[in-house]
């Protein structure tokens, strides 16, 4: 069981909605939930303890407020390129470094992460959305990457979007830096589905997760990287990464033989439902 001082601070809220799901909420509603230095390192030291526990099987990340996340707190880069421009620490890029981290936690954590996206996600917070493995958001959510209205093209942001979308999507997002709707998002893929209210939008998520919760962790764990990993690869070696990893599963992995036993004998497999909850870690 995770310890509550190590996963709730002043930034980052985590809570248990059932005992295999996590709730992670960006808590900084005062900043627009900025992804500054200090959210990113809570965010990262709370995927870490996550990632850890083996009771939780999936995590919602949401946010607090009316902005799911504004991106990084540019004066924040202000004062960091001020301080580089002195020939002091390049903070800036070790900044970038540390959101860069971020985004290929989430990608390479065990367990799936879900954004549930109920207000505005701008340039590295649209980043955040589009590095998630599913994301849901209510249909007054709108997504923008506008760096290049401040002369600043979101460069890092351009990375998960054009893993997540279409390059031409992903292109005009990034040069016009104009803000589309949820339904424009769910249209070109940013987001699976988008959901009518607030409330709604909870219920339809937690469903989800619960879907997913009740499957086996394995597989989830393996799936997923198998997932990232062929799609950088050509079409042969991604086929041949696939077939010798679900071979080796039919031959050698437990939860597969319980699973394929439990279908055929017409009963739940044994890694099915845990009792829900709702308490703070």
């Given at each position: 069981?995770v ?23 960006l808590?900084?509603?005062k ?13 990262q030291?709370?995927?870490g ?9 999936v995590?919602i ?7 799911f996340s504004?991106?990084?707190d ?13 020939n ?5 890029a ?27 996600a701008?340039a590295?917070g ?6 998630c493995d ?5 249909s007054s ?20 979007l054009?893993?997540?979308i ?13 803000a ?7 249209r070109?893929?940013l987001?699976?589905a988008?959901?009518d ?5 909870e ?13 086996s ?6 799936g997923?990287a198998l997932?990232?990993e ?27 033989r ?16 845990l009792?829900p909850t709702?308490?703070?870690?």
């Amino acid at each position: 069981m995770v310890a509550a001082a190590a996963v709730v601070s002043s930034l980052v809220k985590t809570t248990r909605i059932q005992e295999a799901i996590a709730r992670v909420t960006l808590n900084n509603t005062k900043n627009r939930n900025a992804l500054s230095r200090a959210m990113l390192q809570q965010i990262q030291e709370t995927l870490g303890v996550i990632d850890a526990d083996p009771e939780i099987r999936v995590i919602i990340l949401n946010a607090s407020g009316p902005v799911f996340s504004s991106g990084h707190d540019l004066k924040e880069i202000r004062a960091n390129a001020a301080n580089n421009l002195k020939n002091e620490n390049n903070k800036n890029a070790s900044l970038m470094e540390l959101c860069a981290s971020v985004m290929q936690t989430i990608v390479r954590l065990d367990k799936p992460v879900i954004a549930q996206v109920n207000g505005v996600a701008t340039a590295a917070g649209c980043q955040l959305v589009a590095s998630c493995d599913l994301a849901y958001a209510s249909s007054s959510a709108t997504f923008a990457t506008p760096g290049v209205d401040l002369g600043l093209f979101c460069s890092t942001p351009a990375v998960a979007l054009g893993r997540s979308i279409h390059r031409k999507h992903a292109m005009q997002m990034l040069l016009t830096g104009d803000a589309i709707s949820a339904e424009e998002a769910e249209r070109i893929g940013l987001v699976n589905a988008v959901i009518d209210n607030d409330e709604n939008l909870e219920k339809t998520v937690i469903e989800i997760a619960s879907r997913i919760a009740s499957k086996s962790p394995r597989a989830m764990a393996t799936g997923k990287a198998l997932f990232y990993e062929q799609l950088e690869l050509p079409l042969d070696a991604a086929y041949r990464l696939a077939s010798d990893a679900m071979a080796d599963c039919m031959n050698h992995d437990e939860e597969a033989r319980e699973g394929i036993d439990a279908f055929l004998t017409k009963r739940k497999p044994t890694w099915g439902s845990l009792q829900p909850t709702s308490k703070d870690l």
